[in-house]
């Protein structure tokens, strides 16, 4: 089985040009975490990363997108590394 190595953009589903929805910003988490499933801990920076590189106009906060992995990734069972003075 391939892995996707942390990256959430796929072919199929492109960048948005425009401001993303938080259902979209959500999905995107949701995807990196189902992309990750074989790490037992996700680094919110690392999400954070590819969350803003999947939609550079993200209008949420560094904080509250950082809330909304980690909420996110607890909700799925993993552990979280804080890590996010690396932002």
Known sequence: MEQNHGCIHRPDM???????????????IVRYLIDNVGRPCIS????HR????????????DWELGDLVARSAIDAGFAIEFDATDL
Do not use: K
């Open 14 to 28: 492109p960048a948005l040009a425009q401001t993303p929805t938080a259902s979209d910003v959500r999905q995107a």
């Open 50 to 61: 590819a969350v803003r590189r999947t939609f550079p106009l993200c209008e949420l906060t």
């Open 44 to 47: 919110i920076c690392e999400v």
